[in-house]
């Protein structure tokens, strides 16, 4: 039996919930200022009002590629992988400028090389495995979920500490080999079954998906650890 939890009369001045789920949670009566809310976050109503479609139809206008990762349409996906691998492009030379900053971290965030070495993961996983059906084993320097049996199986090595250059090579090996595929792939085989193997490697939730739904989240995590990166690489430079 779940037990509800509940916070009556407190002070939670500056309180942090991280990886925390909050479904269905209710905040009533409360002072809410300066705060910041960041997640995956859907049917949020504010003093009566739905928000998160004027918080969604925002990010779009800001990050006009988010539309792009939803479209059905092969032209737009292409688009799509092609903006995301020349964002992390001038991220990455951005990172050059600074030497070092690519291991700094803020607020117990990845650095920026955890960020990237991630993306490799997620590459191996999501597209490799289940676009395309592979059952080779990861590129070592990745990083993946932090629970057992996943954190460090399938050829992970979390021992290594590869060089900026060393991450920056696979990861454009990878965008390569993404927009590569997204050439010669057709609408008939996006929407087919994802060939996930079977077998318990990540992601063991993958099964039933399309190859379209997968590929969605190799775009989305591309895109949404792109923006941490940058959000974190700001912090860094303004407190520097």
């Known amino acids: 039996m779940r037990i509800v939890k509940r916070h009556v009369d407190e002070d939670l001045h500056d309180a942090e919930f991280r990886e925390c789920d909050l479904t269905g949670a209710r905040l009533?009566?409360?002072?809410?200022?300066?705060?910041?809310?960041?997640g995956l976050v859907s049917n949020l109503v504010v003093n009566g009002v739905e928000v998160s479609e004027y918080v969604e139809a925002e990010l779009d206008r800001r990050h006009p590629v988010r539309v792009l990762i939803r479209s059905a349409d092969l032209a737009d996906l292409r688009e799509a992988a092609r903006r995301l691998r020349a964002g992390w492009t001038a991220t990455i030379e951005r990172i050059r400028r600074a030497p070092g900053i690519e291991r700094r971290s803020v607020n117990d965030e990845w650095s920026a090389a955890q960020t990237m070495r991630h993306l490799v993961f997620v590459h191996d996983s999501w597209f490799r495995r289940c676009c395309?059906?592979?059952?080779?084993?990861?590129?070592?320097?990745?990083?993946?979920?932090?629970?057992?049996?996943?954190?460090e199986a399938h050829g992970l090595d979390l021992s290594l500490d590869p060089s900026?250059?060393?991450?920056?090579?696979?990861?454009?090996?990878?965008?390569?080999?993404?927009?590569?595929?997204?050439?010669?792939?057709?609408?008939?085989?996006?929407t087919a079954p994802a060939p996930v193997p079977d077998d318990n490697v990540w992601?063991?939730?993958?099964?039933?998906?399309?190859?379209?739904?997968?590929?969605?989240?190799?775009?989305?995590?591309?895109?949404?650890?792109?923006?941490?990166?940058?959000?974190?690489?700001d912090l860094i430079e303004t407190a520097g």
């Open 132 to 151: 395309l059906g592979s059952t080779s084993q990861f590129t070592p320097m990745g990083i993946g979920p932090t629970v057992e049996p996943y954190r």
């Open 164 to 190: 900026l250059d060393e991450i920056a090579n696979v990861r454009d090996a990878q965008a390569a080999e993404l927009e590569a595929w997204l050439d010669n792939v057709t609408t008939a085989q996006l």
């Open 203 to 233: 992601p063991p939730y993958a099964r039933g998906r399309s190859v379209r739904q997968c590929l969605g989240t190799v775009l989305t995590e591309t895109f949404e650890h792109h923006s941490f990166c940058t959000r974190d690489l």
């Open 28 to 38: 009533i009566g409360v002072v809410m200022r300066d705060a910041v809310i960041d």
